[in-house]
């Protein structure tokens, strides 16, 4: 037997191109043949070394026999089929618990074999690990399971008719990635989002922002931006706002384009009224066009102003997750779904935790008049000695941002959450911090700290919130130590003269489960949880710009293992696995409506 040694280096992703819905586009959701591969066999050959490109075995290639004396090993069959996007999990019974690989393939025609365009292969998400190959080719590898990727196909590998593309996916959770080994919440696995082949003018607006001037007023409203072409020096340009009567020219020198328009008369987003414009911008031959809001979000001394009013942020936090079906959540009717029991809470925003949610959640969010905190999975126990650790915490960063800086619901990124505090991970934290804000200042930079008591002081210390806009902190008094009553004698303390929001504070009740106030996992103790909590936010220093309690819904945990009150969940929903709403909903509910009533 030849050993055959491997051929391909790992082919990082493509520049993200921004705004995929509003471009010439061919859907490759719907129903995809699968191979599990807990060996990896379909990668490795026997001496576990990476298949040629050409072999035989390899998943990637066909797995039809040439005659009848060919031994295929592998193959696509109708009878193993998972829909695309969805998680595998709860797709097959046998796939519940599965951490691995998994091969995704389907066939397609396309009549996107263009001569001067060029095409992309676009992913929403891919949870961990995607290796893509078309026709026999890999197109390159991703990993990041929240975070969008595209890879260009190469002038003639794209066919009209039957087109063979294959993603070995592979969610195993390592020590050097993000997020590392433990987290709270389930490893969905396989390609969660959706999959598109996107078609461009060979130059084409890659990326681009829009939005208010951070010194923007009332008297005249002016925008600014930016456009990076792909493959442009010179040329002519428009920017287009016609609600506006807005037409202004652009020169093109080089490849990135900075302009300014004036608003007159333009109405500004927020949750009152999200009011959002068509923009469309043409370059030569490519144009892109799509909803956006105008709005500011800045700090000023201990407050946060939105459009130059004091905000407080009714908030709550939110897992991708439709619990009623047990499966990660995607697409509209799913965000819309979760918005509006957001909505009924009387939020007024949420922090879609702990990694980047599918664009249209954002999308919608934006329509919805929802604020947003969107964060990325460095999360607990991240290797915070590691510089290529950083770099991974980076380019998702870059890619959170990239994808959704134009929407004004989204008012804070967030670096992280509860992690520890040595010198290692502050540099690294901060690192983060710094880079976000240099990718966009238009927006607010915070991270979700821990708390602890010093002398019967809940104290916020840690050396992060030197960095942040906001200091927030995620607290459980009441759960994870004493019980809620502690709440009435609380004193908070803050080293830093900034704004002050709590990230989290909730507790654990199983739905229908009753007894008296004391009795953990009872919805009698949740509802007493939330009513001390809300008696101590109500007496809270005046840097207190609002909440986000831990969690709209019940979710999903492998951590969470009482085997009568948790069974793999973790019950702090407000809504339970069915959406029914808990005594403590109407806690949290009764508390909005009264700061609604009284915030100037
Ligand atoms: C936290 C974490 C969150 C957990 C939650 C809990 O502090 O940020 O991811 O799920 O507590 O329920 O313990």
New binding site residues.
């Given amino acids: 037997m030849v050993l055959l040694l491997p051929i391909l280096d790992l082919h990082a992703q493509d520049a993200l191109i921004n705004n995929i819905y509003g471009r010439a586009r061919q859907s490759l959701n719907g129903t995809w043949q699968y191979i599990i591969d807990p060996y990896e066999t379909g990668y490795y050959n026997y001496r576990w070394q990476e298949r040629d490109e050409k072999d035989r075995e390899a998943y990637w290639n066909s797995d039809v026999p040439e005659n009848k004396t060919d031994r295929k090993e592998h193959g696509y069959n109708d009878q193993y089929t998972l829909n695309v996007p969805g998680d595998w999990n709860s797709q097959k019974p046998e796939l519940l618990y599965y951490e691995g690989t998994v091969w995704y393939k389907r066939s397609f025609d396309t009549p996107m074999v263009g001569r001067n365009e060029k095409v992309f292969l676009h992913f929403g998400a891919v949870n961990y690990r995607a290796d893509v190959y078309l026709n026999g080719k890999k197109l390159g590898a991703h990993k990041g399971g929240f975070t969008p990727f595209n890879f260009q196909i190469p002038k003639g590998m794209l066919r009209e008719k039957e087109n063979f593309l294959v993603i070995k996916v592979d969610n195993k959770r390592f020590k050097d990635e993000i997020p590392t080994i433990n ?3 389930w490893n969905y696995g396989g390609i969660t989002r959706d999959v598109h082949l996107v078609r461009v003018p060979s130059t084409f607006i890659q990326d681009y922002v829009v939005s208010l001037k951070h010194d923007s007023n009332v008297k005249q409203h002016t925008a600014e931006g930016w456009i990076v072409m792909s493959g442009a020096r010179t040329g002519e340009g428009v920017v287009e706002i016609p609600e506006l009567k807005i037409k202004q020219p652009l020169k093109i020198q080089g490849d990135t384009i900075r302009f300014e328009v004036k608003l007159p008369g333009v109405k500004l987003w927020s949750p009152t009224t999200p009011k959002r414009y068509d923009v469309v911008i043409t370059v030569g031959e490519d144009v892109v066009k799509e909803k956006i809001g105008f709005r500011k979000i800045q700090v000023v001394g201990k407050q946060v102003l939105l459009n130059d009013k004091p905000l407080f942020m009714r908030g709550i936090c939110i897992h991708e997750e439709i619990p009623e079906q047990v499966r990660r959540a995607n697409g509209v009717s799913d965000a819309v779904q979760l918005l509006n029991k957001a909505k009924a809470l009387h939020a007024n925003m949420v922090r879609l ?2 990694y980047p949610h599918n664009e249209k959640m954002v999308q919608v969010a934006d329509s919805m008049g929802i604020l947003v905190w969107s964060e990325i999975p460095v ?1 607990w126990t991240i290797d915070f000695t590691s510089a290529a650790v950083l770099d991974k915490a980076k380019q998702q960063l870059q890619d959170m941002i990239t994808r959704d800086k134009n929407r004004a619901s989204v008012i804070i990124w967030s670096v992280g ?2 992690t520890p505090v040595t010198p290692e991970r502050t540099r690294f934290m901060s690192t983060l911090v710094k880079f976000a804000k240099a990718m966009d200042y238009s927006r607010l930079v915070s991270a ?1 700290l821990e708390v602890h008591n010093v002398n019967g002081i809940q104290m916020i210390d840690d050396p992060l919130g030197e960095f942040t806009d906001i200091v927030s902190v ?1 607290e ?1 008094l009441g759960w ?1 130590g004493g019980l809620p009553s502690d709440c009435r004698t609380a004193q908070w303390q803050v080293k830093y003269d900034k704004p002050l929001f709590i990230s ?1 504070t ?1 507790a ?1 009740a199983l739905a229908g489960f009753h007894g008296d106030s004391l009795t953990r996992w009872s919805e009698e103790y949740q509802a007493w949880y939330y009513r001390e909590q809300v008696n101590m936010m109500k007496r809270m220093p005046d840097n207190f710009v609002g909440l986000s309690p ?2 709209l819904n019940d979710f999903r ?1 492998p951590r969470r293992n009482n085997p009568v009150y948790q069974e793999g969940w ?1 019950n ?1 929903g407000l809504y339970d696995h069915e959406g029914k709403r808990k005594q403590a909903f109407y806690v949290l509910k009764d508390y909005y409506d009264f700061v609604e009533k009284n915030w100037q």
Wanted: glycine share 4%.
């Fill in positions: 987290t709270d919440w935790a702990h999360y959450n509860e979700a995620n459980y994870y989290e909730g654990e831990w969690i945990s973790n702090k």
